[in-house]
């Protein structure tokens, strides 16, 4: 893969035209996103196959209104249930994990001013979600000792900005952002976190498409670069003032990474029909004219069913759980939402892994075959499940049930 500057025209975003639409409530975000998925389901292998960067599709989501459904009332937005977010994703991943991924980090960051800006910063970044403007995303970094091991700083500058140097990798939609949130320590601040959203042709800022991860491939979750990059003061939000009381961070992202989930092993399943009924030839012991005859067959398409309903329902329930929250916000509430969407994070990837995997026991030799490339659905499961280890959201799930002990507020459960 070749090193793309961001700064590079060919690379640059490209949905600078006005007129995105404004989305009015749930009903329609839902109408929208069913559609979309459709239009994406179809090209969604030769994007992965190729590595074709998703650009016009972004830019159609961008153009739908999709990207701005969270944005508040009060500001011109849908404000949509987190029920009606996780669904969107939900549909938008069995139809292209990768796609979906994308904009995940762009809802996380529009919360972060949701909770965290001050009004003034909420005007003017909802006005630029409104306007169709992407957030991308720079936040993990490699070599530190674990994952809150920050190294990139903020450093007040005589006139009250900032400059901002690090490094980021794993920077899902920045190639492809407006906007890039960039989580730094504040030195000024106690080497307390904080975001800093920078402008993606900000001089000292190089986003570099160096990702080569065997699934998700077409997220371009490459490094982002920053050399003391000028950040004014009122570009930047004081995120660690998000985890001093009750939040729901943790489980708005977690809960679109569910969702994610959930849609890989739905997308997978709906492939391995339609490959069975179509193309699949029956085993002879069975003495039937078609596989999908088989009464062993009917037998595991029935259990991946079982699996991937459970997902679902899980799912809704954690989003559920997250609505009661936000509607009412306390210590109780935040930990039954954070422990719901935990519970439905670690049976969807689970499901996710199992349902791709089987797309290919219940097949057969020909599904292997790298020209259909239905191991994609896979690839995507087993990569976009590392992102945060199930054993741990186990852990808090079985303190809290056995000793009612609630769950960290650290934001990555």
């Given at each position: ?66 990207l701005a459904v969270t944005v508040p009332a009060e500001y011109g ?50 006005g630029e979600v409104l306007a169709g403007r992407r957030f991308g ?170 699996q991937a309903r459970a997902s679902g329902a899980l799912l809704r ?97």
């Open positions: 893969m070749t090193d793309a500057p961001i700064d590079d025209a060919s690379q640059a975003p490209t949905h600078r035209l006005p007129g995105a639409k404004v989305i009015a409530d749930d009903v329609e975000a839902l109408t929208v996103a069913a559609a979309l998925a459709e239009e994406f389901r179809a090209g969604a292998s030769r994007r992965d196959a190729e590595r074709r960067l998703p650009h016009a599709e972004l830019d159609r989501l961008s153009a739908s209104g999709l937005g849908a404000d949509v249930r987190q029920e009606t977010l996780a669904e969107i994703f939900r549909l938008l991943a069995s139809a292209d994990a990768s796609l979906a991924q994308i904009p995940q980090n762009h809802f996380v960051y529009v919360n972060v001013i949701r909770r965290q800006g001050t009004r003034k910063q909420r005007e003017f970044f909802f995303n720079a936040q993990s970094e490699a070599g530190t000792k674990h994952i809150q091991d920050i190294r990139t700083r903020l450093e007040r500058r005589p006139d009250g900005s900032y400059s901002l140097t690090g490094v980021k990798h794993y920077s899902t939609g920045a190639l492809f952002a407006d906007w890039i949130p960039v989580l730094a320590r504040a030195e000024d601040d106690n080497d307390n976190p904080h975001v800093a959203y920078v402008p993606w042709d900000a001089p000292g800022l190089t986003v570099v498409d160096d990702w080569d991860g065997m699934g998700q491939r077409t997220t371009a979750s490459g490094t982002v670069r920053l050399a003391e990059v000028h950040v004014p003061a009122d570009r930047v939000v004081p995120h660690h003032l998000t985890f001093q009381g009750p939040q729901l961070h943790g489980s708005v992202a977690q809960l679109i990474h569910a969702a994610i989930d959930v849609g890989i092993a739905e997308g997978a399943l709906v492939e391995a029909v339609g490959f069975v009924r179509t193309k699949s030839r029956p085993w002879f012991e069975a003495g039937v004219e078609t596989a999908a005859e088989d009464p062993l067959l009917i037998q595991r398409f029935g259990e991946l069913a079982i329930e954690a989003a559920r759980a997250v609505d009661t929250a936000r509607a009412d916000l306390t210590d109780d509430t935040a930990a039954e939402a954070s422990i719901a969407v935990a519970a439905a994070k670690v049976q969807a990837a689970q499901a996710a892994l199992d349902v791709a995997s089987a797309l290919f026991e219940v097949s057969g030799t020909r599904s292997a075959l790298g020209s259909l490339n239905l191991h994609r659905h896979w690839r995507d499961a087993r990569t976009h499940t590392l992102h945060d280890p199930a054993r741990w959201k186990i852990q808090h799930i079985g303190r809290y049930v056995l000793n009612g002990t609630r769950p960290p507020r650290h934001g990555l459960l």
